[in-house]
């Protein structure tokens, strides 16, 4: 039981360690522009690593499902887009609350903060050509080919085009990168960081893993359904036919 559900309780502590503590925390560096929201550090970039995470664990499974067609795979691949695309949304939002506080505004313009919009909505859009398929296996097929184009949008927009531009994120322009923090400052910010990082990764597993159970009992009620819808209909063709 311990062994099966660890990483849930490790991923709980963690990311209730990095709520409490990094609210809580009193030796923070106080930069300018920053102040007191550097804390939103905690949790803004954790969610976008574990976005990340869950994006190339999607594409993972959709490369699996093209080379076997299995239909676990498939729904593997549905539930961790669903959890990352979940992560992007919360993770554009407790950005855009940071720089109302930081840069006066909700939504800057930032080529950041638009890069990470894009590549949300690329992945909203996979879910748009899925659900305008109806044929399972069709659907299943080019679904997961999207998937491979998706996750390879992805790093040049999160990872290549905003480093190519200025930025109001840190280390761009008069925005105080956080490596320059005092490395006693850095000391005391580092474990509420990464243990952020490790347990939002850990949680955003466990989602995945919930919403794949969710959608394979799913499938099978609706394999279910259909096997007994079919007897019906015969049953009910030979009695017109007979009449």
Known sequence: MIQKHGYKIVGVLLVAY??????LMQNIPYLPILHQTIRNL????????????????????????????NTLYDIKTVASAEVGVLLGILGLLTGSLWGR????????????????LVAV?????????????????????????????????????????PRMTNSLHPGAD?????????DSLNANMRPVFYSAVIGFILLSWWLFEIRSKILLLQEKLNSKAEQNARPETTSKDKVTHTV
């Not at 990095?18 to 609210?23: F, R, S």
């Not at 905690?42 to 976008?48: A, G, I, R």
């Not at 506080?101 to 950041?112: C, E, F, I, Q």
């Open 18 to 23: 990095a709520l409490v503590w990094g609210l």
């Open 42 to 69: 905690y949790y803004h970039v954790p969610m976008w690593f574990s976005m990340t995470v869950m994006m190339f664990v999607s594409v993972y499974y959709a490369i699996m499902y093209l080379r076997t067609e």
């Open 174 to 182: 008069d925005n105080p990168a956080f490596s320059t923090y005092n």
């Open 101 to 116: 506080y930081t840069w006066g505004t909700w939504w800057s313009g930032d080529v950041k903060l638009n890069m990470s």
């Open 121 to 161: 909505f690329i992945y909203l859009a996979y879910f748009i050509l899925r659900n305008s398929i109806e044929e399972e296996k069709k659907q299943a097929k080019i679904s997961a080919s999207y998937n491979i184009f998706a996750a390879a949008a992805l790093i040049p927009l999160l990872f290549i085009i």
